[in-house]
């Protein structure tokens, strides 16, 4: 596709409850992130895939997040058991290769609000 | 460990002003890459420019320009006749090869508003 796509665009979900929030990256993007943005904060890695294999999930809070790229193209972060603290923003970046110097492009990210 | 120090969070200007938004980094690595992004309200963060540790030439895009000093470890990012359109929040970040790919730090962000 043209750009980074991600769906849905806001989730509500009552504590306790299972989220799955999907990323489309760029055709041919090798390199996919997963990042948590709080309100008023930076975007904090949480997981990285390449092609299919997750290469890097040490940002993954708890064992309640859980990721996956089964094909090497979409991607899945699902949440279990929702806390109010898994409320944030959570953005998809993907690019070519993952390497050092290259620029991450990003979908409008997901804001998951759970009450 | 890598870190990105952004220590304005908020800056308020009148259109037309400069504005500087300061960045300081921390890295052990040698070779390393900084980036700035711009996230405006619909959310997606977009590229501003990128720079190699070994490159510290100074860049000017139109109205934006950044100056890079190794010595200071710091990425700063000047925008010159500010617009109402720059409002948004700027991220510096830093990116390294770790392992064979890329492992990316972000600062917390500056909120540029910018008043008519």
């Known amino acids: 596709g043209a750009g980074v796509s991600q769906s849905p665009r806001y989730k509500v979900a009552k504590r306790g409850q299972d989220v799955a929030l999907r990323c489309d990256p760029i055709?041919?993007?090798?390199?996919l992130f997963w990042y948590q943005q709080a309100l008023g904060q930076g975007p904090e890695f949480l997981t990285y895939?390449?092609?299919?294999?997750?290469?890097?999930k040490s940002g993954l809070p708890s064992d309640r997040f859980f990721a996956e790229r089964p094909e090497g193209s979409v991607s899945t972060l699902k949440i279990q058991r929702t806390q109010q603290e898994d409320s944030a923003v959570y953005l998809c970046?993907?690019?070519?290769?993952?390497?050092?110097?290259?620029?991450?492009?990003f979908g409008s990210g997901t804001q998951l609000s759970v009450l | 460990a890598q870190k990105v120090t952004q220590a304005q969070t908020e800056i308020s200007v009148v259109e037309k002003e400069d504005v500087t938004l300061d960045c300081v980094y921390e890295?052990?690595?040698?070779?390393?890459?900084l980036f700035w992004y711009k996230q405006p309200p619909s959310g997606e963060l977009v590229f501003l420019i990128r720079?190699?540790?070994?490159?510290?030439q100074n860049e000017i895009s139109g109205r934006y320009s950044w100056n890079f000093q190794k010595s200071t470890s710091s990425f700063n990012f000047t925008i010159t006749a500010s617009q109402v359109v720059d409002s948004a929040v700027y991220f510096c970040?830093?990116?390294?090869?770790?392992?064979?790919?890329?492992?990316?730090?972000f600062g917390i962000g500056t909120k540029l508003q910018v008043i008519p």
């Open positions: 970046a993907s690019n070519r290769e993952g390497r050092g110097n290259e620029k991450l492009f």
């Open positions: 055709s041919g993007h090798v390199s």
């Open positions: 895939f390449q092609n299919e294999a997750q290469l890097d």
């Open positions: 890295t052990r690595d040698t070779t390393y890459y």
């Open positions: 720079r190699n540790s070994f490159d510290e």
């Open positions: 970040a830093l990116s390294e090869a770790q392992g064979g790919y890329q492992k990316v730090t």
